[in-house]
């Protein structure tokens, strides 16, 4: 908590769960310690980066207002995590019954004579938890992985198609004998029958011969 007489602003830092490309809203909470009216202002070291709603406002006697600041995505971490932007809250007593409508700038300027007090905020960036580490409490069990796994299943695919294939080649071989040797068992067959039929027909023709 980072106090002063006049507010006090819950937490003291603004913790980001830094994450790329993702817009990430923070809140804190101003309080009232005192009896009177009291006007706020919230400035920043790196106003393109940050939006605060609201940026000023009136915090009512023993009460408290919440401010959401909003940092915009962001394309690139920083070096180490490390963020070096700051925030400035200041407030001010003012006359009961402002309204947030009626402050203005004049009412935080010191050389004017005004009593303003101001409260520098931190920007913490906290890592988000690593995917790695959530996928090893949640995946399968020590010793496995999946990286493992596509391995071995890529070398069961290569022995098995190895296999397959020499089984192919044997087969193609052994039908291949098997279609010549019965090849040359209907080659001897059919040049047998051959010379049967010719002997047949000579006997045949020798026949007709003589009964002319």
């Keep these: 908590m980072s106090t002063g007489e006049l507010l006090s602003s819950e937490p003291s830092e603004l913790k980001f769960p830094f994450e790329l490309k993702k817009q990430i809203s923070f809140s804190l909470q101003l309080s009232n310690k005192t009896d009177n009216y009291v006007a706020f202002k919230v400035k920043t070291t790196n106003p393109k980066k940050y939006c605060v709603r609201p940026n000023t406002g009136v915090v009512l006697p023993r009460s408290t207002c919440d401010v959401i600041v909003t940092m915009q995505a962001q394309k690139e971490a920083p070096p180490d995590m490390q963020c070096r932007d700051k925030f400035l809250l200041q407030s001010v007593k003012v006359n009961d019954g402002l309204t947030a409508n009626d402050i203005t700038a004049e009412m935080f300027n010191k050389e004017a004579g005004n009593v303003v007090e101001e409260c520098k905020l931190k920007v913490v960036y906290i890592s988000p938890p690593s995917t790695a580490q959530e996928g090893s409490e949640e995946g399968p069990s020590p010793g496995v992985s999946f990286s ?12 098995g198609a190895r296999a397959f294939t020499e089984g192919l080649e044997a087969q193609e071989i052994s039908s291949e004998d098997l279609f010549k040797r019965e090849g040359s068992k209907s080659g001897g067959g059919v040049s047998f029958m051959f010379v049967m039929l010719i002997g047949l027909l000579g006997i045949i023709m020798g026949y007709i011969m003589k009964k002319w």
């Design 148 to 159: 493992d796994g596509k391995h071995a299943n890529a070398a069961e695919f290569a022995s």
